[in-house]
């Protein structure tokens, strides 16, 4: 008789710390350089918001060897997961390995009651393929952002450039409002906004992306959920207030722009509001290691309906305080409206970098893609939820 397939050979289980070495470097890198995976892999393990799996079959020799992993991550107080880190190692595809992570993961989430929603976030056009396949299960568009990612080689904020630098303080001297707030604010103002009825002002599409995991920022529960699980990340939040209230909270007004590698003044004081009519709020979330970044990784979403000056502003906040961190590398996440403006909006930093008199001044590593976020309601009662 024929031998059986190899796919049915496949057997699924959750990973374990020994398992780094079968992953990282069996399966490698999938994302020529930009990886996270070897950067988190420890966090992952041991994180009781997320299951790691991986798939494991027999080679030539008999032996059993992981051939691919992926992963669920529990978002929005557990009402919705994540399917992340999906890859399979090169030398086993075809063996529809991917297909057999699919249905472990989907049948382990059927079996929580509390997940409400599946969402998959990937890179158009270049997840295309993957698109495709998942609205083929009934999966639909939910959300549409723009990247745009930077790099900073030099980890020195003495290496960068002076006209570069000035750009940098002219940006962040524009919005003289804008100043870092605790998570505690962050929560209060929020809070106030949607029972306002103005969150929407905030967040047009009710959620804000970080490292391709996007947030809820609509429901009042999950909201404070995952601002806690950002604030375990390591995450920093920054926020542009109404000018008139300037007068009001001394402590809401910074018109002294610190130094370049000075750490910013963190506002503890909740103040009126934010602003409502440009840019309104960023996040910065904790360092991992890229090891095409010189290292170190800072992924921020900026949160400036359409206002360039604003996404500015928030940028040269955040590249300054990289800067102060020792930071390299940053990837902002940005509304879709900017996109037909996406190469000048930073090209005035870009041509004072290569203006910059240093011979180590900083560079740009400018690439932008649409990231596309797929989602699909949890059916409980259903047999097929793949």
Known sequence: PAPAPLEMAVSIRNAVPGDRESVINGIGDVYEGYDYLP?????????????????????????????????ISYFDGGATVIFQALRVHPGHRGKRIAQALATHLHARVKSNSNVKLLRITTRYPQGEPSIRLFKAKGYVDALYRGLLGLEFPNRSPFGVGPDALRVLL??????????????DMVHAVLD????????????????????????????????????????????????????????????????????????????????????RRRALLSFSVGMSSLPRACGMHRSVAVQCKADIQGFRAHAAAHILAAMAAGDCDLLFTMDRELHPTKHAI??????????????SSITIQDFFSELIMLDKPVDHGSEQQQ
Request: glycine share 4%; net charge negative.
């Open 39 to 71: 950067a988190r892999w420890e966090s992952w393990i041991v994180d009781p918001t997320r299951e790691t799996f991986v798939a494991e079959l027999e080679n030539e020799s008999g032996e059993r060897v992981v051939a691919g992993l992926e992963t």
């Open 170 to 183: 002219e940006w962040r001297a524009s919005r003289p409002n804008l100043v870092q707030v605790t998570a």
């Open 192 to 275: 106030r906004h949607q029972r306002d009825g103005t969150l929407s002002d905030l967040f047009p599409c009710g959620v804000i992306v970080f490292n391709w995991e996007a947030f809820d920022m609509a429901d009042a529960d999950a909201r404070h959920a995952n601002l806690d699980l950002l604030v375990r990340d390591g995450a920093t939040f920054w926020a542009e207030f109404y000018d008139q209230d300037q007068d009001q909270d001394p402590q809401c007004s910074t018109a002294t722009m610190p130094a370049a590698a000075a750490p910013p003044r963190v506002v503890t004081a909740e103040p009126t509001s934010f602003s």
């Open 346 to 359: 930073l090209q005035p930093l870009v041509e004072a970098v290569g203006a910059g008199v240093s011979p």
